[in-house]
């Protein structure tokens, strides 16, 4: 069978099929008696891969065989043909799903060893279900962890042909993360005149600092209020114990020293001739 009567069997069958094709699942599509050799679909392959240049789809081989493909380049506008949303994975999934693939096999201890935290069940799981990580077999240590590896569900999911296709170690390490290299900077000083004027925020802000200032003024009267009161009857007290009441002094006449001690002397003087009196009686 001639190239040109394959490249419409192939096509046709890598369009109706839900999963990519290899080689040989295409060979089985013919008759023995038909003569196709895995060099004839191999060519066939070659020349469909080659009809899809400036095209919207690709020709593309990855772990599972060969299939049609939207190229990336369109992809923007064919994603809004679906309303859900992508999935969107978790960095910690991200990072268990490239340890498991860069240094299978390996088990969830030294993952967890590695990245320092403990990896969630549900992370595992969910890696299962869409059948990228498997069980290839079990470390002979105590305990027996199981042994992780990728599938080539892994690689028909993120475009590649084996292993061999993904980055360099080297590579993801030079990588730089914005998120993690960013240093907020100091925001500038601005002043007031350098802010959006709003006339009725103006006039709030006045109406504001108004009633803050009178507040103010009213408190402040209040406090000299208050000290003044509270010095009067100091005032008052230090007057009365320093200066005497001028209508006092008018009152009574200026007490001399003789004449102060005159009382005292009569008193005396009457108890002396008392004693007298009774020593005559006697």
Sequence with gaps: MQIDQLKPIIEAALLASTQPMTVHQLGDLFNEDEEVGSQQIAQALESLAGDCEGRGIELKEVASGFRYQVRQDVHPWISRMWTERPSRYSRALLETLALI???QPITRPEIEQIRGVVVSSNIIKTMEEREWIRVVGHRDVPGKPALFGTTRAFLDYFNLKSLDQLPPLSEIRDMEDPQMRFEPEPLPARIARDLPIDPDAVERADGQATDTGAFAN????????????AEAPAASSEQDDTAPDPDTLSASPTTTVDEAAAPVAAVA???DDDQ???EQRA
């Design 218 to 229: 009213s408190a402040h009267a209040n406090d000299e209020t208050i000290a003044a009161d």
């Design 269 to 271: 003087s009457d108890a």
């Design 101 to 103: 693939a860069y240094r």
């Design 276 to 278: 007298d009196t009774q």
